[in-house]
C-alpha cells in the first residue's frame, strides 16, 4: 500500500537551485508513494507537478488582514496547497510556540481544509528519563482537545524525536513501532479515530530498509536528505 512521504525543506535552496529540484523530481520521482514536498514560502508557487502534493512549514494563527509577514490559511489554499507542517519541533523551540499557538494554527488549517502534520517528540532528557510516553500523551491531549471528530480524522501526525532531528541517530524498530501504536492508541481512545502516524529524524537512504520494517508506520517525514531531489527520489523507490 502507497504511503505518505513529506519532505520538510526547512530554510533551504535558493531560487537559483528550484528549476534544478524540480527538473530532477520529474526526472526521478517514481509513483511509489504519495509525495507531498513543503517548501520555504517563497518558493511555493514555483513547484507544481502531478507528482507531488503541496505543503507549507507553518501557517499564521489569523486570518487575512494587517498581519505583516504572516501566511494565512486562505492564502495557502488558493496556492494550491494541501498540507501544512504544525507544531514543528524547531518553532516549538526556537519561535517559543506553544499549545495554546499550536491549536489555533490546527484550526486555521480544518477551517480552510488544509491537512495539518502536526509534530510531536520527545527530547533527550525525556528519553533519559522515561518520560517518553507521558510527554507524548500530554502534548497530544492538550493539543487536539476540543476539535471535533470530523477535522480529527484529517489529521496526520509526524513522531519526530527531537534527539533524532539532524543528528544521524534514530531509534530502534521496536521503539519505533511501540510509539507509534501508543500514539495511534491514545487517539483512538480519547477521540474514536484512526490517524495516520509519520516517523521523522535523520531519514537516510542508509537507514531506509531499517525503516521499511516498522509495521505500523504510515510513511515518513524528511528534512536534510529532501534538500537533493535525486537523494530524496532515491528514499521514495528504497521505502
Ligand atoms: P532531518 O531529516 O534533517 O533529521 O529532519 C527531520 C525533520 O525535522 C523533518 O521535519
Same mark, same amino acid.
Request: negative net charge; hydrophobic residues 35%.
Given at each position: 500500500? !502507497?504511503?505518505?512521504?513529506?519532505?520538510?525543506? *526547512?530554510?533551504?535552496?535558493?531560487?537559483?537551485? @528550484?528549476?534544478?529540484? @524540480?527538473?530532477?523530481?520529474?526526472?526521478?520521482?517514481?509513483?511509489?508513494?504519495?509525495?507531498?514536498?513543503?517548501?520555504?514560502?517563497?518558493?511555493?508557487?514555483?513547484?507544481?507537478?502531478?507528482?507531488?502534493?503541496?505543503?507549507?512549514?507553518?501557517?499564521?494563527?489569523?486570518?487575512?488582514?494587517?498581519?505583516?509577514?504572516?501566511?494565512?490559511?486562505?492564502?495557502?489554499?488558493?496556492?494550491?496547497?494541501?498540507?501544512?507542517?504544525?507544531?514543528?519541533?524547531?518553532?516549538? =523551540?526556537?519561535?517559543?510556540?506553544?499549545?495554546?499557538?499550536?491549536?489555533?494554527? /490546527?484550526?486555521?488549517?480544518?477551517?480552510?481544509?488544509?491537512?495539518?502534520?502536526?509534530?510531536?517528540?520527545?527530547?533527550?532528557?525525556? !528519553?533519559?528519563?522515561?518520560?517518553?510516553?507521558?510527554?507524548?500523551?500530554?502534548? /497530544?491531549?492538550?493539543?487536539?482537545?476540543?476539535?471535533?471528530?470530523?477535522?480529527?480524522?484529517?489529521?496526520?501526525?509526524?513522531?519526530?524525536?527531537?534527539?533524532?532531528?539532524?543528528?544521524?541517530?534514530?531509534?530502534?524498530? *521496536?521503539?519505533? =513501532?511501540? @510509539?507509534?501504536?501508543?500514539? #495511534?492508541?491514545?487517539?483512538?481512545?480519547?477521540?474514536?479515530?484512526?490517524?495516520?502516524?509519520?516517523?521523522?529524524?535523520?531519514? #537516510? =537512504? =542508509?537507514?531506509?530498509? *531499517? /525503516?521499511?520494517?516498522?509495521?505500523?508506520?504510515?510513511?515518513?517525514?524528511?528534512?536534510?536528505?529532501?534538500?537533493?531531489?535525486?537523494?530524496?527520489?532515491?528514499?521514495?523507490?528504497?521505502?
Amino acid at each position: 500500500m !502507497k504511503k505518505l512521504v513529506v519532505a520538510n525543506h *526547512k530554510a533551504n535552496l535558493s531560487m537559483s537551485d @528550484i528549476g534544478d529540484y @524540480i527538473f530532477n523530481i520529474n526526472t526521478n520521482l517514481s509513483d511509489k508513494h504519495n509525495i507531498v514536498i513543503c517548501p520555504s514560502y517563497i518558493h511555493i508557487p514555483f513547484f507544481t507537478s502531478e507528482k507531488f502534493e503541496l505543503g507549507a512549514q507553518d501557517v499564521s494563527i489569523y486570518d487575512n488582514g494587517s498581519y505583516t509577514g504572516e501566511v494565512t490559511s486562505e492564502q495557502l489554499k488558493s496556492s494550491n496547497v494541501k498540507y501544512v507542517i504544525v507544531g514543528h519541533s524547531e518553532r516549538r =523551540e526556537l519561535f517559543d510556540e506553544k499549545e495554546n499557538i499550536i491549536k489555533l494554527k /490546527l484550526k486555521q488549517c480544518f477551517k480552510n481544509d488544509l491537512i495539518p502534520i502536526l509534530c510531536v517528540g520527545e527530547t533527550k532528557d525525556d !528519553k533519559l528519563s522515561n518520560r517518553t510516553s507521558q510527554v507524548l500523551r500530554r502534548t /497530544l491531549l492538550e493539543t487536539l482537545n476540543g476539535f471535533s471528530k470530523e477535522d480529527l480524522s484529517k489529521l496526520v501526525i509526524a513522531y519526530e524525536p527531537i534527539w533524532s532531528i539532524g543528528t544521524g541517530i534514530t531509534p530502534t524498530i *521496536k521503539e519505533i =513501532e511501540e @510509539i507509534i501504536s501508543f500514539i #495511534k492508541d491514545i487517539i483512538r481512545s480519547a477521540y474514536k479515530v484512526d490517524v495516520k502516524v509519520l516517523y521523522g529524524g535523520s531519514v #537516510k =537512504e =542508509e537507514n531506509i530498509d *531499517k /525503516l521499511k520494517e516498522v509495521g505500523n508506520l504510515d510513511g515518513l517525514l524528511i528534512g536534510g536528505a529532501s534538500n537533493n531531489a535525486i537523494t530524496f527520489s532515491k528514499i521514495v523507490d528504497l521505502f
